[in-house]
Structures are given as C-alpha cells and as structure tokens.
C-alpha cells in the first residue's frame, strides 16, 4: 500500500504538468486559467480509485504537493521551452 501511495503522488505530478503549461500561458484568473487549475482535480481522485486508494486524511498533504509541484513545474517547462 506505501508504494501504491507514491505511485499515485507520482502519476498525480505528472498529470498536471500539462496543465501547469496551459495555465501558464493563459491570464491569470481567466475561465482557462480556472479550468487548467482545477480539471486536473478529477482526474486525480479518479486515479486513486484506480489504484484503490481510499481518502486518507495522512495522504492528503503528500497529494497537494504533488500537485502543486506538477504545476510549477508545468510553468517552468513553459517559460524554458521556445515559443511554437
């Protein structure tokens, strides 16, 4: 069960890299910056019920990290990648 727990911690970053891209390159606040933040949201907990990981309060913090890391560096990627 642990290293289920990093597995989805780690398929969480990756997933919103993407969406860490996306939202760097639309305005802050805008109804796509909105949806590049929070439709990773889903798609996260639908993951953990692939792997059946139940909500675990203990998890959360290690998830929000992950997601959060995904982003910057999803952003990151953008700002260092040159433009299409």
Do not use: E
């Amino acid at each position: 069960m642990t290293g289920t727990i990093w597995v989805a911690a780690l398929a969480i970053l990756v997933l919103n890299l993407p969406f860490g891209y996306w939202r760097a390159g639309v305005g802050k606040f805008s109804p796509k910056w909105f949806l590049a933040v929070h439709l990773p949201v889903p798609l996260a907990i639908g993951l953990r019920w692939a792997l059946g990981l139940p909500f675990r309060p203990v998890t959360l913090p290690l998830y929000v990290v992950a997601f959060i890391t995904g982003q910057a560096l999803g952003a990151q990627m953008r700002a260092r990648l040159p433009p299409a």
